[in-house]
């Protein structure tokens, strides 16, 4: 089996930083890409960002410029750096990886329980 772990999330002033750590643990053989998504109360689940394997990167617009994924493959690791924080990015954010378990011949996306964020002064 598969667990993914995240961490670094709390409570942060608006303009502070953060950084979300996810750590995939099991029989892995390969992870593809990896991506944060977050909710916010009373809101569906958004995307925030991916990363490929090679290292491709995509943001979507609200987070463009403020916020950094990179991944450690050798720690089966994605991270989120967060800076100038906004009480609207006040959320549960989840990691998700597309990882193919030594016992299985297909990528199957695995997600985090979610760490809170709260932007507030």
């Known amino acids: 089996q598969v667990q993914l772990v995240e961490s670094g999330g709390g409570l942060v002033q608006p303009g502070g930083s953060l950084r979300l750590s996810c750590a995939a643990s099991?029989?892995?053989?390969?992870?593809?890409?990896m991506g944060w998504y977050r909710q916010a109360p009373g809101k569906e689940r958004e995307l925030v960002a991916t990363?490929?394997?090679?290292?491709?990167?995509n943001y979507v617009d609200f987070v463009k410029g403020r916020f950094t994924i990179y991944r450690d493959n050798a720690k089966y690791t994605v991270y989120l750096q967060m800076n100038s924080l906004k009480p609207e990015d006040t959320a549960v954010y989840y990691c998700?990886?597309?990882?193919?378990?030594?016992?299985?011949?297909?990528?199957?996306?695995?997600w985090g329980k979610g760490t809170l964020v709260t932007v507030s002064s």
């Open positions: 998700k990886q597309l990882i193919k378990t030594i016992s299985s011949a297909y990528f199957i996306d695995y």
């Open positions: 990363i490929s394997r090679s290292g491709i990167t």
């Open positions: 099991g029989s892995i053989s390969s992870i593809n890409n």
